[in-house]
C-alpha cells in the first residue's frame, strides 16, 4: 500500500479528534480504576512544585505545560526546522509565577510572546549538558491556576543534537532528502524551548510542512496525500498527555504497508516489501498479549518506521509510530524482539513515565519486563529464560565498564552534573529487569499477574519515582489481605536494591537453549577443535549470538583461529549485523588484522549504537589511526548523538 492510500485508513480517529475539545481529553488518568494512596499522591505534589526532575533547568514546580502547538517547515535546504511553538501553561502556585524558564539549547529564538504580547525574555548562561535555560517574564503574574499562552518564534541551528539530516546521496534510492529527530532523553529541547522533563506532560498538535511526507508522534488529520517537491502542511494531534521527549517528527520518501489490523510500516519505497514481510507475521500477537498482560492499548494505531541506517538506536518508542534501525529489518524475522520491545513502551514509559532519568529503570526495566513476558507467551518459557541470559552478559559488560562500585550502576542514579547520555547502559534495562522478575517472583507470578494492570492503572498518564513505585507496591499486596503475602512483601529490602551498585543477585535460568551454545563455545577451548557448519545449522540468530558472545568472553583466539570461527560459521557474510558485529568484536580482540578493514567498512554502513560504539573502542584498541580514520570518514553518516558519544569514547 501507498504512502497516499494508507491515509484512508484514519478516517475514524480524525473524526474523534474533530468532535473532542483536545485539552479537556488531558487526563488519561481519568479510566484510572484506582488512585494513589493519599501519601503518595501529596508527595508527588510537594517533589513536583520542588522540580525533582534534575536534568530540567525549567521551572516546572512553578508552571505545568498543559498544551504544546508545535508549527514548523521542514527546510530541507538550510537543514533547519523554523517555525514558531505555543505552550499552554498552567500557573502551579501563586508566588513565582512571574516568570517561565524553559530548557533550551543550540536554538535560536527571534521572539517570545506572552499573552500575544510581546515579552522580555533571555538567555542566561549554559549549564553543562543542559543547555541554556531561556526566562521569560510574564508582566502581572499570575495566580495559581491561570492559564498563558506562550508563543515562541524558533529556528533550529547547526548544533541540534535531536535532528539528522540525510542528503539524497545519504538515502537508499538517492531521490530525495530525509531528515529524522530523537528527543530522548533530553534533545528536545534543541528543538524548541520547553519543559524538558518527563515530570510533565501535554497534548500536542502538529502542524508540518514538508516537500516530502511525515510522520509523527501523533494521529494524522486531515488529507496527508502527498506530492513530492511541493509544500504541503502535514497536521496530526496527540491526545494523550506525552512527556517532550516523546515528540518526533521525520519526514523524507516514505511509503507503507499494511502489518495488521491496527498497524502499518513505513519505509523507503526500496525496502517496504521486506519491512512488511519481517513484521507482519508477529505484529498483532504482540499487541494482542501486551493487551491481556495490561490492558487494552490506548495510542489507536501502534505503527513502525523504519528508518535510514544512521539511525543512533534499535528503537525509539515514540507514540503511534516506533522508530526502528533498518537492522531489525534481517531478512529473517529474528530481531522483532525489538518490536516487542517498543511496542510494551506503549504502557511502560508512554502512559506510565519516570518522573526523572534517575528513575529510568522504570521505563526500561518494566519494558523488558514485558517485552521478555510476550516473547514467552509466544514462544515458551525457554525463551525467557534465553533473553535473561543474553541480558545478564550485557549487565555484567556494562557493569564492569563502570566499574562494580560505580554511581552509574545503580538502579537510582544521582543525576546532578551530569549528561544523561553518559549514564545510558544496560543497568536501566536489565537490573531494572531483574528487579521486577524478583519482585514476581516473591510475590508469585498469580499475584504479580494482578498488581500489573493495577499498576499501569494508576499511574496512566502521569510520572512516577522509585519511592512511588514501592509505594504502589506495598499498597497493592498489604491491601489484599493475605498475611503470608504480606510477610514476604514486608522482607523486601528496598534501599539495597535501589541504591546498591554492581550486579544484583543472579537467580537460577534455565539453560535449556543456551547450554548447547555454552558447549560449543568450550569447544572452542580447545585449539584441535575442528568446526564444521553443522555445529550451528539448527541454532537461532540468538544461539549464535549467545555463543559469540561466550566464545568472546571466555576463549581467547588466535587470529587464525578467528578467521576459521567467521569463515566456517558464514559469520563474515551475514545481513543480521548484530552476529557481525559480534563475530568482530571477536575478530578484533584476537588481533585478527585481517578483520580491521571488514569492522571500518560495517562502521560506514550502521549508525546504531549498540554496534558501533563497542566496535570503535575495539578497533580503537588495535589500531588507534584506522579508528580515527573511520570516524573522521563516516563523521556526516552518524547522527549528532552517535558522534557525541563516539568522541568521548575515542577520546577525541
Ligand atoms: N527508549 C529506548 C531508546 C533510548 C533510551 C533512546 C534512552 C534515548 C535514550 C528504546 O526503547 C530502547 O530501549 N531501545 C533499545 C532496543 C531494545 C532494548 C530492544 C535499543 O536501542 O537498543
Ligand atoms: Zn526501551
Known amino acids: 500500500m501507498s504512502w497516499l492510500a494508507s491515509v484512508s485508513t484514519r478516517l475514524t480517529q480524525q473524526k474523534a479528534v474533530a468532535s473532542a475539545p483536545v485539552r479537556a481529553v488531558a487526563s488519561v488518568a481519568a479510566t484510572s480504576v484506582f488512585t494513589p494512596s493519599k501519601t503518595t499522591f501529596s508527595r508527588a505534589f510537594a517533589s513536583a512544585a520542588m522540580s525533582r526532575d534534575p536534568s530540567s533547568l525549567s521551572n516546572y514546580g512553578a508552571w505545568r505545560t498543559r498544551h504544546t502547538t508545535a508549527t514548523f517547515d521542514i527546510d530541507f535546504e538550510a537543514k533547519r526546522m523554523k517555525g514558531s511553538v505555543i505552550l499552554e501553561l498552567v500557573s502551579q502556585t501563586d508566588k513565582q509565577s512571574n516568570e517561565v524558564i524553559l530548557d533550551s539549547k543550540f536554538v535560536d529564538v527571534s521572539s517570545v510572546k506572552v499573552d500575544a504580547s510581546e515579552s522580555k525574555w ?384 543472579k537467580p537460577e535460568f534455565d539453560t535449556t537453549l543456551a547450554d548447547q551454545c555454552f558447549a560449543l563455545a568450550d569447544k572452542w577451548k580447545n585449539d584441535s577443535f575442528e568446526p564444521s557448519p553443522k555445529d550451528i545449522e539448527e541454532f537461532t540468530s540468538s544461539q549464535k549470538l549467545v555463543f559469540l558472545e561466550k566464545v568472546q568472553q571466555d576463549v581467547p583466539l588466535s587470529p587464525e583461529r578467528a578467521q576459521l570461527l567467521g569463515k566456517v560459521y558464514e559469520l563474515l557474510g551475514s545481513r543480521n549485523v548484530e552476529l557481525l558485529s559480534a563475530y568482530y568484536l571477536i575478530a578484533l580482540k584476537s588481533k585478527d588484522t585481517t578483520s580491521y578493514q571488514g569492522t571500518a567498512e560495517l562502521l560506514g554502513k550502521v549508525g546504531r549504537m549498540k554496534y558501533v560504539r563497542p566496535l570503535f573502542r575495539a578497533l580503537n584498541k588495535v589500531d588507534r589511526n584506522l579508528a580515527l580514520e573511520t570516524f573522521a570518514k563516516n563523521r556526516d553518516f552518524y547522527h549528532p548523538i552517535a558522534k557525541g558519544m563516539v568522541e568521548k569514547d575515542l577520546k577525541i
Open 122 to 505: 533571555e538567555f542566561k548562561d549554559e549549564v553543562h549538558a543542559l543547555g541554556k535555560p531561556l526566562h521569560i517574564s510574564v508582566p502581572g503574574g499570575a495566580a495559581k491556576g491561570d492559564v498563558i499562552n506562550v508563543k515562541i518564534d524558533v529556528e533550529t541551528t547547526e548544533k541540534c543534537t535531536a535532528l539528522q539530516w540525510l542528503t539524497p546521496a545519504q538515502t537508499s534510492n538517492k531521490k530525495h532528502p530525509y531528515m529524522f529527530s530523537q528527543c530522548q532523553a533530553i534533545n528536545a529541547r534543541s528543538i524548541f524551548p520547553c519543559q524538558d522533563t518527563p515530570d510533565v506532560k501535554a497534548t500536542f498538535t502538529f502542524n508540518l510542512t514538508s516537500t516530502l511526507p511525515v510522520v509523527a508522534s501523533g494521529v494524522p488529520v486531515g488529507n496527508h496525500d502527498a506530492t513530492p517537491g511541493k509544500l504541503k502542511l502535514y497536521k496530526f494531534e496527540q491526545e494523550v498527555p506525552i512527556p517532550a521527549y516523546l515528540f518526533a517528527v521525520a519526514s523524507g520518501d516514505i511509503v507503507t504497508a499494511p502489518i495488521g489490523p491496527r498497524s502499518k510500516v513505513a519505509a523507503g519505497p526500496l525496502e517496504i516489501e521486506e519491512c512488511k514481510w519481517e513484521f507482519e507475521r508477529d505484529m498483532e500477537k504482540f499487541m494482542e498479549i501486551a493487551e491481556k498482560l495490561v490492558f487494552p492499548y490506548k495510542w489507536g494505531e501502534y505503527n513502525v518506521l523504519v528508518l535510514p541506517p544512521s539511525f543512533p538506536y534499535g528503537g525509539m518508542e515514540n507514540p503511534v509510530y516506533t522508530f526502528c534501525t533498518p537492522t531489525v529489518v534481517s531478512g529473517d524475522r529474528q530481531n522483532v524482539d525489538v518490536i516487542a520491545h517498543e511496542l510494551s513502551h506503549s504502557w511502560s514509559g508512554n502512559l506510565v513515565s519516570n518522573a526523572s532519568w534517575e528513575h529510568f529503570w522504570l521505563n526500561e526495566g518494566w519494558t523488558m519486563y514485558l517485552e521478555r513476558r510476550i516473547i514467552a507467551a509466544l514462544h515458551g518459557e525457554p525463551e525467557f529464560d534465553f533473553s535473561c541470559i543474553l541480558g545478564w552478559k550485557g549487565l555484567e559488560d556494562s557493569v564492569s565498564q563502570y566499574g562494580k562500585d560505580h554511581e552509574y550502576t545503580k538502579l537510582i542514579i544521582n543525576h546532578k552534573g551530569v549528561d544523561p547520555e553518559d549514564v545510558y547502559s544496560q543497568v536501566a534495562y536489565e537490573k531494572g529487569f531483574h528487579f521486577l522478575y524478583y519482585l514476581d517472583r516473591v510475590v508469585g507470578r498469580e499475584n504479580f499477574d494482578k498488581f500489573i494492570p493495577h499498576y499501569f492503572n494508576t499511574w496512566s498518564g502521569k510520572s512516577l519515582d522509585s519511592f512511588e513505585f514501592r509505594d504502589t507496591f506495598m499498597d497493592f499486596f498489604n491491601g489484599l489481605g493475605d498475611e503470608d503475602l504480606k510477610k514476604k512483601v514486608a522482607e523486601i529490602d528496598w534501599n539495597d536494591r535501589l541504591y546498591s551498585p554492581g550486579l544484583p543477585p
